[in-house]
């Protein structure tokens, strides 16, 4: 058993904390849903630290959101390359930042939306359901990709710095009110898949 820290930091960035004695391997996803701890109106911070005095290794503090216009267009690029950018439907443009401490991970989730994502700071290690063997994919800042929103996956920091993740994201008008943008998911029984630390 190792005891749980769970920190509310609301968008002014104060704190209020619960501690709680649980089996961390079993248990924290399924006390992640039932608590509803996950929102986007306020920064979550999640630790799984063994004693006292230890910060919350995970965060998400929300920076910016804002309801997206429709919009279908190709955009040229002065020194080379092209990107399409079409939105049809009520749909929700978020900006968020999420670290990630040093012997953290975020267990396996998925996100009902898209984002692009950018590692700014430190070196995340990927498992993926779409990696063959679940991966790992380590990448180091800085980097970038697009993430599909039914992505089965989990992120390790098990280097000796925090990681910074901004992640521009889209959803519905509808899953941004219910707050559920990670969506906490079982172990995958594929090949390759491990638990999280």
């Not at 290794?57 to 399409?84: N, Y």
Request: glycine letters at 10%; a positive charge.
């Amino acid at each position: 058993m190792e005891k749980v820290k769970a920190c509310l930091l609301t968008p002014e960035r104060r704190s209020v904390t619960v501690d709680r004695v649980i089996d961390v391997k079993r248990r924290l996803p399924v006390v992640l849903a039932a608590a509803g701890l996950i929102s986007v109106g306020a920064g979550i911070g999640i630790a799984a630290s063994k004693g006292e005095g230890a910060g919350p290794p995970i965060k998400f503090f929300p920076l910016a959101t804002a309801k997206l216009a429709p919009v279908t267009r190709l955009v040229h690029l002065k020194d080379g390359g092209d990107f399409r950018v079409s939105i049809t439907g009520d749909t929700i443009f978020a900006i968020r930042e999420v670290t990630i401490a040093p012997g953290a991970a975020l267990p396996w989730h998925q996100h009902p939306g898209s984002a692009f994502i950018l590692l700014a700071k430190g070196t995340v290690t990927e498992y993926n359901t779409a990696f063959p063997h679940c991966g790992p994919l380590t990448q180091t800042a800085p980097y970038s990709r697009f993430e599909p929103g039914d992505t089965t996956h989990m992120l390790v920091n098990n280097g000796n710095v925090g990681v910074v993740i901004m992640v521009a994201s889209w959803d519905a008008p509808k899953v941004v009110k219910s707050g559920k943008l990670i969506i906490p998911e079982p172990q995958p029984k594929l090949a390759g898949c491990p638990a999280a630390p």
